[in-house]
C-alpha cells in the first residue's frame, strides 16, 4: 500500500480512474431516478412519500461511510504515517458533512407526515445531529491549525475519538426504543422490503457511493495540488530571503 500512498503515483491512479467511475455514476443515477419516480410504486402506508427513502437512505449511509473513510484514515495517519492518510481525511470531512445534513434534512421531510413533526429527539435522529457537528468540528480544526502535519494529528485523533458515534447511529435502533423504524434491508433474516422498493434503492445507494468516491478523489487531487503550490511558494520566499543579503 505503501506505493499506493505516493502523492504523484495517486495522481496518476486519480486520473485514469475518474472518468470512467463518473460516467458509472452518472449512469447508476439515470437507472436509479427512471426507477424511482416510474417503476418503484407508492407505499400502501406512506404513499407517494416513500420515495424520499431513496435520497435519505444512501445519505445515511454515505455519512456513516464517510466518516469510517475518515477514521481509517486518520489511523493511517498516526499509524503509519502515509503521506495521502490526512489529505483523504480532509478532504472527505466536507463531503461527509454534506451527506449527513442531506439525510437529516430528507429525514425531517419524511417525519413531518409519518410522525406528524420535522424533529424529535430520538436516538438515531440525535446521534446522526451528533455526527453532523463532529463533522464540523473536523472541518473546523483543520481550519484553525495552519501546519498540515499538526492539523492532521489533531484531527485524527478527534475522529477516531468520535467514531464511537457511527456504532450509536447504526445500532440505536436495536438498543432503545425508537421512533425511527428498525433496519430494513441489513437484516440477518434478509431485508423486509419488497423487491419493487428495494432494487431501486439499492441503485440508488450504489450512485451516491460513487458520486462519494468521485467527489474525494477530486477533493484529494485539488488538495494535493494546493499543497505543491503552497510548497512552491514558501521555497521561493525562503531562496528570495537567502539571496537578499547576497545582493546587498
Given amino acids: 500500500m505503501q506505493r499506493f500512498a505516493n502523492p504523484t503515483r495517486f495522481m496518476s491512479i486519480a486520473n485514469a480512474v475518474l472518468p470512467w467511475l463518473t460516467g458509472f455514476a ?17 407505499d400502501y402506508q406512506q404513499g407517494e412519500t416513500v420515495k424520499i427513502m431513496f435520497i435519505h437512505v444512501p445519505s445515511a449511509w454515505l455519512a456513516m461511510m464517510g466518516y ?5 484514515s486518520s489511523i493511517g495517519s498516526l499509524v503509519w504515517r502515509h503521506p495521502l492518510a490526512d489529505v483523504s481525511a480532509k478532504t472527505a470531512a466536507p463531503i461527509g458533512a454534506c451527506f449527513t445534513l442531506l439525510a437529516l434534512i430528507t429525514g425531517s421531510l419524511w417525519g ?30 483543520w481550519q484553525a491549525i ?33 421512533l ?54 514558501v521555497t521561493q520566499v525562503e531562496r528570495a530571503a537567502a539571496a537578499a543579503p547576497a545582493v546587498a
Fill in 146 to 178: 495552519d501546519e498540515p502535519s499538526r492539523a492532521g494529528r489533531a484531527s485524527a485523533i478527534l475522529a477516531l475519538v468520535g467514531f464511537v458515534n457511527v456504532p450509536i447511529i447504526k445500532f440505536s435502533v436495536d438498543w432503545w426504543n425508537t
Fill in 180 to 233: 425511527h423504524q428498525p433496519a430494513s434491508v441489513a437484516r440477518l433474516d434478509g431485508p423486509a422490503i419488497h423487491s419493487s422498493i428495494l432494487v431501486p434503492l439499492l441503485v440508488m445507494a450504489a450512485a451516491f457511493m460513487c458520486l462519494f468516491f468521485v467527489l474525494h478523489l477530486l477533493a484529494m487531487r485539488t488538495e494535493i495540488l494546493r499543497r505543491r503550490v503552497e510548497a512552491l511558494r
Fill in 112 to 141: 413531518k407526515p409519518m410522525w406528524g413533526t420535522y424533529w424529535v429527539w430520538d436516538a438515531r435522529l440525535t446521534s446522526v445531529l451528533v455526527l453532523f457537528f463532529l463533522y464540523l468540528g473536523l472541518i473546523a480544526l
Fill in 68 to 72: 469510517t473513510v475518515i477514521a481509517l
Fill in 26 to 42: 452518472i449512469l447508476l443515477f439515470a437507472v436509479g431516478l427512471y426507477l424511482t419516480f416510474f417503476v418503484a410504486p407508492p
